[in-house]
């Protein structure tokens, strides 16, 4: 004995709710991960920040600074030199090397001098990097600068 299903306008109610309903939970669940992941703002008041900024970076340009950052063997090596090619040995005001996704795993280097270079370790693995650097001239100019690295 056979029994005939009818397809009522219930039936496909509930298709559609289920179906916007898994739609609707997975854009939620995405939209939670971006909020979560997402390191921040670079400046909590951007209009303050960009009336300084041209001053700023003439300032540092002026340094003639030639900035070099390599990272190998879980050592972070930042060389710098000046317009005439001798080693600069700036301050390091702060430094954060980290992912460019997420800021959980964000170390604060520990640079040490080696007479011609700043060098830390630091633990990398496989993936792309951000340092993000703040420096401080003998001349009293701040330098700051984000250097995109990459560890295989």
């Known amino acids: 004995m056979t029994r005939d299903f009818e397809f009522t306008g219930w039936h ?12 609707i939970a997975v854009n939620l669940w995405f939209a939670y991960n971006a909020i979560a992941t997402f ?16 001053v700023e970076r003439q300032a540092q340009d002026a340094l003639h600074w030639d900035v070099t950052t390599t990272l190998e063997d879980d050592v972070l090596t ?21 992912r460019p996704t997420h800021v959980k795993d ?22 792309n990097y951000n340092l993000r650097l703040e420096l401080l001239a003998e001349d009293g100019t701040h330098f700051r600068r984000r250097f995109p690295l990459s560890a295989e």
Do not use: C, H
Not at 12 to 23: D, R, T
Not at 110 to 127: Q, R
């Open 12 to 23: 496909m109610l509930a298709l559609m709710l289920g179906m916007f309903g898994i739609i």
């Open 106 to 127: 964000d170390q604060t280097p520990d640079f040490v001098w080696n007479g011609s270079a700043l060098t830390a370790p630091v633990e990398a693995g496989i993936g």
């Open 39 to 54: 390191p921040g703002v670079e400046d909590r008041n951007a209009y303050v920040a960009s009336q300084k900024f041209e």
């Open 78 to 98: 930042v060389a710098i030199l000046d317009a005439a090619g001798n080693p600069v040995r700036p301050e390091v005001l702060r430094a954060i090397f980290g």
